[in-house]
């Protein structure tokens, strides 16, 4: 097919988008305002390990990539939960021993979907180059290169004679249409902003941060804990979750309130640091040698929603993934989400090829109902408040919804399907995500660690009970 795509962001969703456009046969230019992932410049202490489940694994594997991704993924059969005592409680996702979810680290997953793009030789992939701002009218994005690549670009070639000079910095790259897959934070989404009358958006933080840690390997490189499982220690209004990884580690996550008497803003010390854990974490603590310098030394991340309407602007410019739906991360689906974004546009462009105005305002539709109303009713409320939470025996009790921190129940739910790849319907996707996201968005923290908590029998009742199979 004939057309061009300018791609703003070449993240996880940017990179399989690329290769989507590429295997028809459409010219892309993707810019990236980070460096190459595969040269090891990935910024350490900020990253949630990746739950890739059903969603996200249909898409790649409609690229023929799944298998490659899944090679660098170790498959979570189920939930470890650790209580204050240090005892643990196993229970499985499924009876079935091949549904589960998969962990598996972001410089991996993005490092495979770059290179799935690069093997279409009608796209190209810049890096070091930061959007500045989108001409949305003639799909012209302005780019500031880094004064690395800018230097380089700038150099005589060998015979040329000359000297370099002042390196340019910026460059103008125009398409039939630019697509903003450019995360939460997207520069092409700023510029519908400014640019589009009546644009609506709404970006909400929660009242926690998050904090990665790390659990080392053994001195034999095996894990120090059951590698095959979820690990979650909740605790009432903040929790951490531990993802396994090739090497023998554990990625782990600390959510935590970042402002009170009991939070981020009032353990600074390493006496206070080593206490906190000690009492909340007993059991991890003797895993972790470098706990006290990874708290103190990794930065602490922020948890935002961001909403916003339109998603595209006529048949120039459309938003993907966290650009247009950014969601926090308990419900597990953000990635998988962005990568069903990637299916719904591929269809819309098949069926619509003559009619990008319509296809987008199709897929944005789509979206809307597959995806965009799952995050909506996860929302999570940022005060307290007295709910009445029927639990899954029947009975109602009042519980106190915690400040901000709603899912506790993190990836704790069945909604995964797991590594069997054949695709499983969108609506009992939804139906699944809905149940889940309203039982969450109304009991909060208390809700979740009793999801967390529950069996898998009871899990089941309750869902025939909401008259989901």
Not at 48 to 58: F, K, P, V
């Amino acid at each position: 097919m004939s057309g061009k795509f300018v791609l703003i962001g070449s993240g996880l969703a940017g990179g399989l988008l690329a290769a989507y456009l590429g295997r028809h046969g459409y010219e892309v230019e993707l810019y990236e305002r980070r460096s190459d992932p595969r040269e090891g410049n990935i910024v350490g202490g900020r990253s949630i390990n990746l739950a890739l489940s059903t969603r996200g694994i249909y898409a790649l594997e409609q690229l023929g990539i799944a298998n490659e991704v899944l090679r660098h993924a170790i498959p979570m059969r189920g939930r470890m939960i650790h209580d204050k005592s240090g005892t643990l409680h196993f229970s499985s996702y499924d009876r079935d021993p091949n549904k589960f979810i998969n962990s598996i680290g972001r410089a991996a997953l993005n490092t495979t979907v770059i290179e799935a793009a690069q093997r279409y030789p009608n796209i190209r992939v810049h890096f070091n180059h930061r959007c500045t701002g989108i001409d949305l009218e003639r799909a012209i994005a302005h780019l500031e290169i880094s004064s690395t690549e800018a230097a380089v670009a700038a150099t005589p070639k060998p015979g040329e004679g000359g000297s370099a000079g002042a390196p340019q910095k910026i460059v103008r790259a125009h398409g039939d249409a630019v697509i903003g897959v450019d995360g939460a934070f997207s520069a092409v989404r700023q510029s519908m902003q400014k640019t589009i009358p009546g644009f609506t958006y709404d970006e909400s933080y929660l009242a926690h941060g998050y904090k990665e840690l790390t659990i080392p390997p053994r001195a034999d490189g095996s894990w120090q804990m059951e590698k095959n499982a979820l690990h979650i220690w909740p605790r009432k209004s903040f929790m951490m979750i531990a993802l396994p990884n090739p090497d023998g580690s554990f990625t782990c996550t600390l959510f935590w309130e970042f402002e009170g008497p009991r939070s981020f803003a009032t353990t600074k010390t390493n006496d206070e640091i080593r206490r906190f854990f000690t009492e909340e974490f007993p059991d991890a603590v003797p895993l972790m040698p470098s706990l006290i310098d990874d708290f103190k030394t990794n930065p602490t991340g922020s948890l935002v929603t961001i909403r916003c309407e339109p998603w595209f602007f006529q048949d120039k410019v459309v938003l993907v993934g966290d650009a247009a739906h950014a969601v926090v991360p308990f419900y597990g689906q953000g990635m998988n989400a962005a990568f069903e974004d990637c299916i719904v546009l591929d269809e819309c462009l098949a069926e619509f090829a003559q009619d990008r105005q319509r296809e987008h305002r199709r897929a944005r539709r789509s979206r809307n109902r597959k995806l965009y109303r799952d995050a909506r009713q996860n929302r999570i409320t940022s005060l307290p408040r007295e709910e009445k939470a029927r639990s899954f025996t029947g009975r109602s009790a009042p519980r106190k919804v915690s400040a901000a921190l709603c899912d506790g129940l993190i990836y704790a739910v069945a909604l995964f399907h797991g590594s069997k790849t054949r695709p499983v319907s969108r609506p009992r996707c939804l139906r699944q995500s809905y149940w889940c996201g309203s039982f969450v968005t109304h009991c909060g923290i208390a809700g979740a660690v009793s999801l967390i908590q529950m069996n898998r029998t009871e899990m089941v009742r309750f869902k025939h009970l909401d008259g989901h199979t």
